[in-house]
């Protein structure tokens, strides 16, 4: 089997670890990166992954992580899945301190990984084969709901991000995949934005019938990276069958109307 590598950041939970989790399964040597160092030697312990301490909106973190990378065999594929979602308040009531951590994660933290991983992609990317830069992001990125504006402001510029990054990089080898969950029923993503209310956090979930997992993105990560090195996912949007839009969301059972 041929050797690959993949970085994954914000793999401490959630959609990051169920990542390292798959890639690992398949063969795949990972490095999993996010800033809580006991989830990461849990992780390790759970998948044998590689790990490393990072916060993605530090940079002389992301500067270590980059030689770290470069230093240890370097890198066919970064998922830039650190991020987050703060609040859920009107753009009129809403905390520009949210706002300012979001842009920072999502964002700026992309960017920076983006921006130190670049040149340890291209020195491991062996004739024939092409590298991979995937970011996860979110259909609040696409289409805007209330009380989102925060959160849809910095994906929107996430997606936007990458589409760029994709332009410049024509004539390189290698791939930029978007991935855009929608309602993904994680341990952390809604307690983390209601602000630690676990009874609010609980609800937006409640009667949801089949509400997308962490390892439903994670296999759709997976399998975009596996594709052939010459096809190339651009945005692969993945809701569940009960969430037409951010703001149309069925609850209870799904009929079959005639």
């Not at 209330?146 to 849809?152: C, R």
Request: glycine share 8%.
């Amino acid at each position: 089997m041929t050797f690959r590598r993949a970085v994954v950041t914000g793999a401490s939970s959630g959609i990051g670890w169920a990542t390292v989790a798959h890639l690992v399964d398949r063969g795949w040597n990972v490095v999993g990166v996010a800033r809580r160092a006991d989830r990461l030697d849990e992780l390790k312990n759970a998948t044998g992954a590689d790990v490393r301490v990072c916060d993605v909106t530090v940079q002389s973190d992301v500067d270590a992580l980059a030689a770290y990378v470069a230093e240890s065999g370097g890198a066919d594929a970064l998922v830039s899945n650190a991020g987050g979602a703060l609040g859920l308040a009107t753009v009129e009531e809403s905390d520009v301190d949210d706002w300012a951590r979001m842009f920072d994660v999502n964002v700026l933290g992309t960017k920076r990984v983006v921006s130190a991983l670049l040149p340890v992609l291209r020195t491991s990317i062996e004739p024939g084969n092409a590298a991979s830069i995937l970011a996860v992001t979110s259909i609040a990125g696409q289409v805007a709901y209330e009380k989102g504006g925060g959160y849809n402001a910095a994906k929107f510029a996430q997606r936007a991000l990458l589409q760029v990054l994709r332009l410049e990089l024509a004539g390189e080898p290698i791939r930029v995949i978007d991935v855009a969950p929608g309602l993904v029923h994680t341990e952390e993503f809604s307690l983390v934005r209601l602000g630690g209310d676990k009874a609010a956090a609980d609800a937006v979930y409640a009667d949801v019938p089949h509400p997308l997992t962490a390892d439903d993105i994670a296999e759709t990560i997976a399998h975009s990276l596996e594709l052939p090195s010459h096809v190339n996912i651009d945005q692969v949007t993945v809701k569940p069958v009960a969430q037409a839009a951010p703001h149309k969301l069925v609850r209870g059972e799904l009929k079959v109307t005639t």
